[in-house]
């Protein structure tokens, strides 16, 4: 078969790849060491991606040199903090193409945006309003946290809530979709690439649909944000939700993109400091856009840090991360299926794929086999990766899952294979 | 931690499948999907039978067949000790290294000594314990169920 690549042959100089070596030496994490001395070979940049040097000196000058509250201070460093904040917020907006600042609004992950929409909806008045009369829909390979705040809304109000299916071979079935999404959808939302399957999902057929229809698009773009140039107004939607941790920023930042107008006219969530106007005793207004919906005091830091974040990904280039990874899934389809009993769950084709591999190693339980790669320094995520119903949809109790990410290697995908084969003896 | 003996109890299991029995119960773990269906069959205060069928990690496979092996035959207070006794080793973070009385009371089950220093593991180790033990109370009602604990602490 040509294009096979035997065990121990030296990976093939695949097109496209990025400099690792020097991406490499950003990731002070990626020299350590782990069980006695084994290098690490970090294949879980999915559930949450490591962080450059540049991000972590980010913020640790954050606190060192310029941190107060933000807004409305009149010394030194409210005002750094606050141009800092702001500065964080300008560098988004740019990064996914926004057409105004106003229109990013910090969370603390893409849980809370997506939660945020879903209550934002379901106390809006009309002709956005949520209710017994109305369909949300969604799709079967979301994250929990792209179906769970949908079904609190549906409880909470009476609408419906459906779901486009899948395919047997990891794509969203649109073959319905006209029963799917009709009249009575009010809002859509979907995921732009799994989290499970590494499938990425066709946006125009279904914002077409939905625009058909006057529903309202949400999109999941947490594991599209950190490896493919995004826009958001290329995308169509009203509201993109992504994670800063996944995209070589800190925990505890999140983004909610949405459309100017529908900002303006929704009603807040959370109430507190920083979304006011004005309060008396017996009612508020409330700050416009994008302070409405960041009661409180915001992740400064935080967000600081995924300016930093975004700033570094943005001096590589989307379009050249998304080269190396496509190269890298290439290659890692390639050699993995050369795995005896390994069985790829998504697209077997790199064709409109992301860089997560998910798989099963015979009826090897998912458990073990990440327990043994982890013995050999291999760190990987097993289980359902808070995406239940997918493994529902393909009978499997869960899965062994790789992903990689800018600094990832064709060295570590070898590592991977051999890896595979050893659990394969262990357990045989 | 994936000790020999731990090996071949996962490859060839003690035990396995669904007999008759006076209750069961379907335990799940869910941060990863282990699965048991057990059943328990008492013939006056002994064990008669564990019978189980379920899927999982060779962690939880293993300590149903051992669960098994060990309590088959067994009157219900000593039974009830040798549970307790491997929740004990299972929740110790590594810290009990197994003496040789304890060694007597768990026999093969002390083999999972070392999955004890692995919280994730922990839940698939005790999944068919608990299924048990739950199971057992079932069957037995609560009033034999505290007769036996109180039987078991007196002696
Ligand atoms: C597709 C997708 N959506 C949402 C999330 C949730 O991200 P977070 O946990 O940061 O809110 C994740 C990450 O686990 C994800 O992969």
Same mark, same amino acid.
Not at chain 1, 53 to 78: I, M
Not at chain 1, 287 to 294: G, Y
Not at chain 2, 19 to 34: I, L
């Given at each position: ?14 097109? @496209? ?157 649109? +073959? $319905? ?31 077409? /649909? ?157 458990? $073990? ?33 790789? +992903? ?20 394969? @003896?262990?357990?045989? | 931690?994936?000790?020999?003996? !731990? ?11 669904? /007999? ?15 699965? !048991?269906?057990? /059943?328990?069959?008492?013939?006056? @205060? ?11 990690? +060779? ?32 929740? +110790? ?20 000594? @070392? ?37 078991? /602490?007196?002696?």
């Amino acid at each position: 078969m040509s294009g096979e690549v035997l065990p121990g042959e030296a990976p093939a100089v695949l097109p @496209g790849l990025l400099d690792t070596e020097a991406i490499r030496k950003d990731f002070p994490i990626l020299d350590r060491t782990v069980h006695d001395g084994r290098k690490l070979i970090y294949l879980d940049s999915a559930a949450s991606s490591q962080k450059p040097r540049q991000v972590l000196d980010t913020l640790q000058s954050y606190y060192e040199r310029h941190h107060a509250n933000v807004h409305r201070g009149v010394h030194v460093l409210a005002e750094e903090a606050t141009a800092l904040y702001e500065a964080a917020r300008d560098k988004v907006a740019a990064f996914v193409n926004a057409p105004s600042r106003d229109e990013v609004v910090f969370t603390k992950n893409a849980s809370e945006s997506l939660n945020l929409v879903a209550n934002m909806l379901g106390w809006a008045d009309e002709p956005y309003r949520v209710d017994a009369s109305t369909e949300i829909v969604i799709t079967e390979m979301e994250h929990h946290s792209n179906i769970v705040p949908w079904q609190l809304l549906a409880q909470r109000t009476g609408a419906t809530l459906k779901w486009f299916g899948l395919t047997d071979d990891g794509r969203l079935d649109l +073959s $319905d979709i006209e029963q799917v999404i009709t009249e009575h959808t009010k809002v859509v939302s979907f995921v732009l690439v799994s989290n499970v399957l590494g499938t990425v999902n066709p946006v125009e057929a279904i914002v077409r /649909r939905a625009q058909e229809v006057g529903a309202l698009v949400v999109i999941d773009a947490s594991q599209a944000a950190p490896h493919m140039p995004l826009d958001v107004q290329a995308l169509q939607a009203d509201f993109v939700a992504f994670t800063g941790h996944k995209m070589c920023g800190p925990t505890g930042i999140g983004v909610l993109w949405g459309r100017q107008e529908l900002l303006e006219d929704l009603p807040p969530f959370l109430g507190g400091g920083e979304m006011i106007e004005t309060v008396t005793m017996h009612s508020s207004t409330y700050a416009p856009a994008p302070h409405k919906f960041e009661a409180g005091t915001p992740p400064i830091a935080q967000a600081v840090g995924l300016g930093a974040a975004v700033d570094y990904l943005s001096g590589i280039g989307m379009d050249r991360i998304a080269a190396h990874e496509h190269a890298i899934t290439e290659y890692a389809l390639r050699r993995l299926s050369a795995v005896p009993d390994l069985r790829i769950v998504g697209p077997v084709s790199a064709a409109d794929r992301g860089a997560t591999l998910s798989f099963t190693l015979g009826d090897i339980h998912p458990h $073990d086999v990440g327990q043994v790669l982890d013995e050999q320094g291999i760190a990987v995520r097993v289980g359902h990766h808070c995406a239940r119903p997918v493994c529902l949809r393909y009978g499997i109790p869960a899965t062994t899952r790789a +992903s990689f990410y800018l600094y990832s290697t064709p060295a570590e995908v070898d590592a991977l294979a051999e890896g595979l084969e050893y659990v394969r @003896g262990f357990f045989a | 931690m994936y000790q020999d003996v !731990i090996l071949d109890h996962y490859k060839h299991p003690h035990g396995r499948g669904l /007999r008759s029995g006076d209750a069961e119960v379907h335990h799940v773990n869910p941060t990863c999907g282990d699965e !048991i269906t057990l /059943r328990v069959r008492y013939e006056g @205060g002994t064990v008669a039978d564990v019978s189980y069928e379920g899927q999982g990690c +060779s962690i939880s496979q293993a300590s149903a067949s051992v669960l098994n092996e060990l309590l088959v035959g067994k009157d219900l207070g000593e039974a009830l000790g040798i549970q307790a006794t491997f929740l004990e080793l299972m929740q +110790s973070k590594g810290r009990i290294t197994p003496d040789e009385q304890m060694e007597e009371v768990l026999e093969d089950a002390v083999a999972f000594a @070392g999955v004890s220093k692995y919280p994730a593991r922990v839940k698939c180790a005790l999944l068919s314990w608990m299924a048990w033990k739950d199971a057992t109370a079932k069957a037995l009602g609560e009033a034999a169920w505290e007769a036996a604990g109180q039987e078991r /602490r007196t002696a």
